[in-house]
T-cell receptor, first 114, second 112 residues
Framework: ETAVFQTPNYHVTQVGNEVSFNCKQT?????MYWYKQDSKKLLKIMFS???????VNETVPRRFSPQSSDKAHLNLRIKSVEPEDSAVYLC?????????????FGPGTRLTVL | QQQVRQSPQSLTVWEGETAILNCSYE??????FPWYQQFPGEGPALLIS?????DKKEDGRFTIFFNKREKKLSLHITDSQPGDSATYFC???????????FGSGTQLTVMP
């Protein structure tokens, strides 16, 4: 099956803890992304990454960092979570055509910070 | 400043009716406009997309109408089905841009 896979589905943690979420795509795409979707369903891009370049949305706090072992994997690490980090984190990938950013999303990881 | 706006925030139609979801944008460099459908507990899935060189794109019951001069587009869902109940996101991207800018979504409910 070719798709974007994310683990875990849910994670509950306390303020100050470190968390890490995994993302793997089997679509053969070159570029992967992390989005944050808040309780109002607003989607905000956090990172874009291919094997050559990491692009960071300047509004993302420094406690967030992407980690990649190869072009099929892009994990998200949050060093010290805060209550406002509670959200659904969506991973996506795209074949990175020159002109059109057609993106394919995973099912998301729902983070709850107590 | 919200670059992609959607309306209405929520919409309820009866089965068989046509649902019309609206989207507008500000950046004239945007030239690619995908619509994503998201069901609860799932990630958004690409439904249909249009490029700014076209004014209409049709795929089955789903049609995008695009007005470049007014910077507006709309998604028409004909013969709406209860299974179409979902949140629909309009998005936009400029050529060569790494970013896909999403609107705030329209939650569609189709009553049987």
């Amino acid at each position: 099956e070719t798709a974007v896979f994310q683990t875990p589905n849910y994670h509950v943690t306390q303020v100050g803890n470190e968390v890490s979420f995994n993302c793997k795509q089997t679509l053969g795409h070159d570029t992967m992304y992390w989005y944050k979707q808040d309780s109002k369903k607003l989607l905000k891009i956090m990172f874009s990454y291919n094997n050559k370049q990491l692009i960071v949305n300047e509004t993302v706090p420094r406690r967030f960092s992407p980690q990649s072992s190869d072009k099929a994997h892009l994990n998200l690490r949050i060093k010290s979570v805060e209550p406002e980090d509670s959200a659904v984190y969506l991973c996506a990938s795209s074949p990175r055509d020159k002109n059109y950013a057609e993106q394919f999303f995973g099912p998301g990881t729902r983070l709850t910070v107590l | 400043q919200q670059q992609v706006r959607q309306s209405p925030q929520s919409l309820t139609v009866w089965e068989g009716e046509t649902a019309i979801l609206n989207c507008s944008y500000e950046d004239s460099t945007f030239n690619y406009f995908p619509w994503y459908q998201q069901f609860p507990g799932e990630g958004p899935a690409l439904l249909i997309s249009i490029r700014s060189v076209s004014d209409k794109k049709e795929d089955g019951r789903f049609t995008i109408f695009f007005n470049k001069r007014e910077k507006k587009l709309s998604l028409h869902i004909t013969d709406s089905q209860p299974g179409d109940s979902a949140t629909y996101f309009c998005a936009a991207s400029a050529s060569g841009s790494w970013q896909l800018i999403f609107g705030s979504g329209t939650q569609l409910t189709v009553m049987p």
